[in-house]
């Protein structure tokens, strides 16, 4: 019985692939989340890397067989893998810190839980953030979006071509900055409102110093800020989506300056 043999290529093209869109899928929202089972991520990347193999491989020479040049060239699709996800996970980032500035100015700060995605503590807030994100997500097919531009990527990065170029660097920086400021100017409405009832708060304990301002704050803003999230929540998905559309946009740029 003659001994079973492997072609060498068809494996190492099969491996540099699972690393990039295996890096996709562990860092990607929704698809990173601790409730889709770690079995079925590396199921779903090995098949996506089995369906992708043979067409990247054909349009790329054959990956080194030295172990510390192949070493290299797995991390820099690690690295492709883990910018796509982190740049789909500023969405969620702006999100969250918007829940965070309006928790603060309504005294909920200290109102936290355990974070199913995270295993952290976080404001309940940031919690309720994360999952109209995830739903905006999931009814647009954004995370089969994450997936298809894991695919698209080998029209921009073969395997192997990776550099950390300057301009990739800004972009990144530019798209973090610009997830604060929209993070900040979605908070921005409902803690204007709320800082104004501090300042009228403010007033009324200097005109009237026996009323028990601490107390009175407490109910008055947390009422006030759960009915100007409520009146958001309405605005929220159309943003949401608009974030998306731009990020699209820049992660084909970043993908153009890799």
Known sequence: MEPITIPLRPVLIFAVVLARVGGVVTFAPFWNHKSVNVRVRAVLAMMIALIVSPVVGAQMPTPPTEVLSLVLVLGGELIIGFILGFAGRLVFSALETAASLLGFQMGLSLASTIDPATQAQ???????????????????????????????????????????????????????????????????????????????????????????????????????????LGASIYFMPGAIRTAFTTLRHAITRMLGAM
Do not use: N
């Open 122 to 228: 976080t404001a309940a807030l940031g919690i309720l953030a994360q999952m109209l994100g995830l739903m905006v997500l999931l009814s647009t097919d954004g995370h089969h979006w994450m997936l298809e531009i894991a695919i698209q990527s080998y029209q921009f990065v073969m395997p192997g071509g990776f550099h950390l170029t300057g301009a990739l660097a800004e972009l990144m920086l530019r798209l973090s900055a610009d997830a604060l400021a929209v993070g900040v100017a979605l908070a921005a409405p409902a803690t204007i409102v709320l800082l104004s009832i501090e300042c009228l708060l403010a007033v009324a304990a200097r005109v009237a110093p026996r009323l028990e301002v601490l107390i009175l704050s407490f109910p008055l803003k947390i009422t006030t800020g759960l009915w100007l």
